[in-house]
């Protein structure tokens, strides 16, 4: 099985703020990464998939970055609308996700 | 607009079967996707995927529930359903139908039903 870690666990961050998730995966998945946001009480909702690509409708303030073991989710100036937990998942083997990276308010 | 809507029991005793069904709208499940998939998210905790299915019938599972579980599609109903054998209360989850639209049966999970929350308990 591919084990996902994702860090940091949380955060806390301030509106306008640059923010980065890292995602690891215990061996080499190439692109086959995707990211996902998740508000309290609503389903996930997909930002990026293959490790770079942006979803359809997602805001350009999200990009994803890397290739291999290591991804990176980058929110370019945090709005009101961003605070959520987000996921890492890949595709390469059987489907799995990161723990998770709650984005919290400073 | 492709919509996605679990429907089943909030309530299963362990030992038994829990049994969902998704029901397709905006589109038939023979054209607005190959694969059609269930993922798990426990009370507060992260998300697991369970199993896929494209809509010709063929299965792809976790081999975390393998044993216990069944995936099957009803292209003339539009609909497609997961059973989930001898449950226990770490079967508690919030239930999510979902369309993979990416590489792979796995891939890239961009629609999702709103889910629906299952309890084992006796």
């Known amino acids: 099985d591919i084990q996902m870690t994702q860090s940091p666990s949380s955060l806390s961050a301030s509106v306008g703020d640059r923010v980065t998730i890292t995602c690891r995966a215990s061996?080499?998945?190439?692109?086959?990464l995707n990211w996902y946001q998740q508000k309290p009480g609503k389903p996930p909702n997909l930002l990026i998939y293959?490790?770079?690509g942006l979803q359809s409708g997602v805001p350009s303030r999200f990009s994803g970055s890397g290739s291999g073991t290591d991804f990176t989710l980058t929110i370019s100036s945090l709005q009101p609308e961003d605070f959520a937990t987000y996921y890492c998942?890949?595709?390469?083997?059987?489907?799995?996700f990161g723990p998770g990276t709650k984005v919290d308010i400073k | 607009q492709l919509q996605l809507q679990e429907s089943g029991p909030g309530l299963v005793k362990p030992s038994e079967t829990l049994s969902l069904t998704c029901t397709v709208s905006?589109?038939?499940?023979?054209?607005?996707?190959?694969?059609w998939g269930w993922i798990r998210q426990p009370p507060g905790k992260g998300l697991e995927w369970i199993a896929s299915?494209?809509?010709?019938?063929?299965?792809y599972y976790n081999p975390s529930v393998r044993s216990r579980v069944t995936i099957s599609v009803d292209t003339s109903k539009d609909q497609f359903s997961l059973s989930l054998d001898s449950v226990t209360a770490a079967d508690t989850a919030v239930y999510y139908c979902?369309?993979?639209?990416?590489?792979?049966?796995?891939?890239?999970?961009?629609?999702w039903g709103q889910g629906t929350l299952v309890t084992v308990s006796s």
């Open positions: 061996q080499s998945i190439s692109s086959s």
């Open positions: 293959g490790a770079s």
């Open positions: 979902v369309t993979p639209h990416g590489q792979n049966y796995g891939d890239k999970f961009d629609n």
């Open positions: 998942q890949q595709s390469y083997g059987t489907p799995s």
């Open positions: 905006g589109g038939s499940i023979s054209s607005s996707s190959y694969y």
């Open positions: 299915i494209s809509y010709l019938g063929t299965p």
